[in-house]
């Protein structure tokens, strides 16, 4: 586990509204998604994170995407995956991914109720969504979700983009 604890954060969600950091830890593991809608590696990613959430959402987990894009940007894009995750919207000059040290994306952080960051995963792998996602089930008492059934054709791993809250 890492030391580092989450400040307080809130954010417009896409279809209106807002997520804060207070709503989302009052007693749920979250994980937090932070994407681009053009990052080819965010879109390989994005569907096995609504498995991931299909499986453990609302049930001890809560699965947040944090799009560094507009709404209009993100609309076709939940659409063509198929989200049914809150899709959180994160303006210019991305304080939020600034201060998880956002560098590159998809990046995947897994923060406890107490505000604690448990995990990081950035980039795709096969191996860490999985693990991932057993550690998730594990904390919160129900069985590990298959990610990758058999003859899945997803890679192995594949680096991920650079975040816009990175660039100079």
């Not at 749920?28 to 959402?57: I, K, N």
């Not at 991305?94 to 406890?112: D, G, K, N």
């Not at 795709?124 to 998730?136: D, E, V």
């Not at 899945?152 to 100079?168: L, Y």
Request: charged letters at 20%; glycine letters at 8%; a negative charge.
């Amino acid at each position: 586990m890492q030391e580092r604890s989450v400040l307080e954060f809130s954010l417009p969600r896409w279809g209106g509204g807002e997520w804060s950091w207070r709503e989302g830890q009052a007693q749920s593991q979250v994980l937090a998604f932070f994407f681009e809608v053009e990052c080819p590696t965010c879109q390989l990613a994005a569907p096995y994170v609504e498995r991931l959430h299909r499986a453990l959402g609302g049930q001890g987990v809560e699965v947040i995407g944090i799009a560094q894009n507009t709404a209009e940007e993100v609309e076709p894009w939940v659409e063509a995956y198929g989200l049914s995750f809150p899709i959180l919207l994160e303006p210019p000059p991305y304080p939020v991914s600034r201060s998880f040290r956002v560098e590159a994306v998809p990046h995947l952080i897994w923060i406890t109720p107490q505000g604690a960051i448990e995990e990081t995963l950035v980039g795709f792998s096969r191996q860490g969504l999985q693990t991932l996602a057993q550690r998730l089930a594990e904390r919160t008492g129900q069985s590990a979700p298959m990610l990758f059934p058999e003859g899945d054709p997803a890679p192995s791993w594949r680096p991920g983009c650079v975040s816009k809250s990175a660039d100079p």
